[in-house]
T-cell receptor
Framework: GESVGLHLPTLSVQEGDNSIINCAYS??????FIWYKQESGKGPQFIID?????DKRQGQRVTVLLNKTVKHLSLQIAATQPGDSAVYFC???????????FGKGITLSVRP | NAGVMQNPRHLVRRRGQEARLRCSPM?????VYWYRQLPEEGLKFMVY????????ESGMPKERFSAEFPKEGPSILRIQQVVRGDSAAYFC???????????????FGPGTRLTVL
């Protein structure tokens, strides 16, 4: 069945360093992937997305990489800041206007 | 442009009571999704609606739960005869539902935290 999972439950990084958050997905037919950030007591906030016909997409300080061969997704955050501390979820979508399947989430903790 | 609105933000109910959760999508969005999040877990899909239509309710429990998105007004997630296991955060997301890039990007509201005593 479909599943989206994250390799590590927590990630601690030094302020200013780069962060890499990894995600594995099992449904090779998924064609759209999104990274969300969730701060305590808030709803998931859209960070960046990528379609299956791409392998890299860059935003402001964030980059998403997609490796369809091994069904792997990663989120890179450059120059990590204290405000980046949150739980990060990857989510996959199969087909337009359908449900998102989320992983369990990884907590990013930024050390000052 | 206001984001997705949900109310109430916090809801406390006793076992056996009814819970009504409301969601107003972003302006111009016609697709609404409901998700449930248990502590320390990711979000689980419940139901997907368009105006006056339920498109996919595969994640919705068969009993006690219902959802609607009327022609006018917010989408409502209704839980009858709540039990302690219903305690969770319930999130609503909306999407434009149009063709083209970004059509299916879902934007989330702040959630309703339901506590069943």
């Amino acid at each position: 069945g479909e599943s989206v999972g994250l390799h590590l439950p927590t990630l601690s990084v030094q302020e200013g360093d780069n962060s890499i958050i990894n995600c594995a997905y099992s449904n090779s037919a998924s064609d759209y992937f999104i990274w969300y950030k969730q701060e305590s007591g808030k709803g998931p906030q859209f960070i960046i997305d990528i379609r299956s016909n791409m392998d890299k997409r860059q935003g402001q300080r964030v980059t998403v990489l997609l490796n369809k061969t091994v069904k792997h997704l990663s989120l890179q955050i450059a120059a990590t800041q204290p405000g980046d501390s949150a739980v990060y979820f990857c989510a996959e979508l199969l087909g337009a206007n359908s449900k998102l399947t989320f992983g369990k989430g990884i907590t990013l903790s930024v050390r000052p | 442009n206001a984001g997705v609105m949900q109310n109430p933000r916090h809801l406390v109910r006793r076992r056996g009571q009814e819970a009504r959760l409301r969601c107003s999508p972003m302006k111009g969005h016609s697709h609404v999704y409901w998700y449930r999040q248990l502590p320390e877990e990711g979000l689980k899909f419940m139901v997907y609606l368009q105006k006056e239509n339920i498109i996919d309710e595969s994640g919705m429990p068969k009993e006690r739960f219902s959802a609607e998105f009327p022609k006018e007004g917010p989408s409502i997630l209704r839980i009858q005869q709540v039990v302690r296991g219903d305690s969770a955060a319930y999130f609503c997301a909306s999407a434009p539902g149009l063709a083209g890039r970004g059509a299916d990007t879902q934007y989330f509201g702040p959630g309703t935290r339901l506590t069943v005593l």
